[in-house]
């Protein structure tokens, strides 16, 4: 098989059925297969599925452990040499599936592509980057100087980890695309492992990028676009979003950066008056585990 579909979701119906019918309405011209993983949804999501989607194969999780455990458990049941990650509340008008694999089926190096991803109101929203976060590109897009001055100057985001609008019209090899859409070769997850499972939402691909970066390429695919809603599962306004960023951020930063920077990032949230931070630190489960590591 050519391609799977892998859809994780937590009480997304309404975005999940939305999702499914652009897929089944301009399906890839290519085998493929859709798998859909419930993280425990209490809003029907399942019962929607089965009766509207039989062609679906649904993996119905008792509890939400979050994207990179569903998106996981989805690779270990795919068939396909190409694996599409597709947040539920994506949808499209045409088939993006097609040109971007036969991109990769041409350039062998490429491990990772990732389209346009297009507001639903107007708009691109700015997901790609070649740099790969540290201390400097968080405290401008937290503070929100980076992206304040992108609305000035939509050329210029002051060397952030997130590229500037204008830079979203072009088609390029960069650094990282968002998990909300790509496409990866199923080699590269069999290679370096699938996402990190302590990312429970947020920053997962980047910290997948980030490891297969000196083996694979990524690439930015402007001309395939689709739709993404954006606070599928949960709006991306509230407490427990943010709460879920910060937490995830200082998890990629203990991982992979040095560890003054971990250090320093808690205070620019405080600065920011994202009291979160402090619940987020009082947590520190990765402190915790690396003790237990060692103990064991």
Known sequence: M????????????????????SIFSHPPSLD???????????????????????KVKLIEGEKNKGFAFAVNRMIERAKGEYLGI?????????????????FMEEKKEVGVVGPKLLKPEGGIHTTMGRHFPNI???FVEITGI??????????YRLSSF???????????????????????????????????????????????????????????MAGVEVYHVGGGSFPSRTKEASRLYIRSFLYYFYKNRPYWEYRVLPFIYLLKGKKEVKECLRERFWIRQEKDLKNG
């Not at 493929?32 to 599925?49: A, F, H, K, Q, R």
Request: glycine share 4%; aromatic share 18%; proline share 5%.
């Open 2 to 21: 050519k391609l799977s579909i892998l859809i994780p979701n937590w009480n997304g119906k309404r975005h999940l059925e939305k999702c499914l019918l």
């Open 32 to 54: 493929y297969e859709v798998i859909v993983y419930d993280n425990g949804s209490t809003d029907g999501s399942c019962e929607m599925v089965k009766k509207k989607f039989r």
């Open 86 to 102: 597709v947040n539920s509340d994506i949808f499209y008008n045409r088939d993006p599936f097609t040109p971007i694999i036969s």
């Open 136 to 138: 400097y590109s968080a």
């Open 146 to 155: 980076a992206p304040r001055l992108a609305s000035f100057f939509p050329f």
């Open 162 to 220: 997130i590229e500037p609008p204008l830079s979203h019209l072009k088609e390029k090899y960069t650094g990282h695309v968002e998990a909300s859409f790509m496409v990866v070769r199923r080699k590269v997850f069999e290679e370096f492992g699938g996402f990190d499972e302590n990312f429970f939402a947020y920053y997962e691909d980047l910290d997948f990028q980030l490891r297969i970066r000196k083996k694979w390429k990524v690439y930015y």
